[in-house]
């Protein structure tokens, strides 16, 4: 089984300053990690994902994250939000060897409020 | 290119109605499928997820069944709702082991 821990719920920041939502998970087998983001009534987007290989990944809009295995962390950061950058985050794995279905476990999210 | 669809996208029951949630998908075939629960101060829940029609796992035994009468739907339903079943229901798509959401259908059970 695993199991996923946002160790903020609320993180208020100022626009244009750098944010880090922290994530670390426990698992008895190696898994995948995600980052989604959901926006008020929205459902989630992939923000970011780690498989395999590099374990500095980054998305399209700024955001990064690095899988630290020796810690089972996989923290995100940016280093300048914007106002639309406020949501719920959430990290989520899934073991990589399934028998069937691809579960995904949720840490309890992050939410981002960006001020101005 | 995929795309996922749910609805109603807001639905408001009285307890002990019947519930039906549709889930979508196009552009794939045979994917994996999976409903969620989103409920206040609970995170996000798997509730079921299917490999291939007809085939249905579930995670949590609770008030609910889901079906999966063709390759790219998905349904979730209830006989008899009850006031715990309030949230947001969302509905997932599987490709190269990440999953992708639909936009959700949040249920009120008054």
């Known amino acids: 089984a695993q199991s996923v821990t946002q160790l903020d719920s609320q993180v208020p920041v100022f626009e244009e300053a750098p944010v880090e939502l922290r994530c670390n998970y426990s698992?008895?087998?190696?898994?995948?990690l995600f980052w989604y983001v959901q926006y008020p009534n929205q459902g989630l987007q992939l923000l970011l994902k780690?498989?395999?290989?590099?374990?500095l990944v980054e998305s399209i809009n700024g955001f990064e994250a690095e899988f630290n295995k020796s810690q089972t962390s996989f923290h995100l950061r940016k280093p300048s939000v914007h106002i639309s950058d406020t949501a719920e985050y959430f990290c989520?794995?899934?073991?990589?060897?399934?028998?069937?279905?691809?579960?995904?476990?949720f840490g309890g999210g992050t939410r981002v409020l960006v001020k101005p | 290119s995929q795309t996922i669809h749910q609805w109603p996208a807001t639905l408001v029951q009285p307890v002990g109605s019947p519930l039906s949630l549709e889930c979508t998908v196009e552009?794939?075939?045979?994917?994996?499928l999976y409903w969620y629960r989103q409920a206040a101060g609970r995170g996000l829940q798997l509730l079921f997820y299917?490999?291939?029609?007809?085939?249905i796992s579930s995670e949590v035994p609770q008030n609910l069944s889901a079906s999966r009468p063709q390759d790219r739907q998905f349904i979730l339903s209830s006989k008899k709702l009850l006031l715990s079943d309030s949230g947001f229901y969302l509905c997932?798509?599987?490709?190269?082991?990440?999953?992708?959401f639909g936009p959700g259908t949040r249920l009120t059970v008054l």
């Open positions: 698992s008895s087998v190696s898994v995948y």
């Open positions: 989520a794995v899934s073991p990589m060897i399934k028998a069937a279905g691809n579960k995904l476990t």
């Open positions: 552009g794939t075939s045979n994917p994996n």
């Open positions: 299917s490999v291939g029609i007809g085939q």
């Open positions: 780690y498989l395999s290989g590099s374990t």
């Open positions: 997932a798509w599987e490709r190269a082991d990440t999953q992708y």
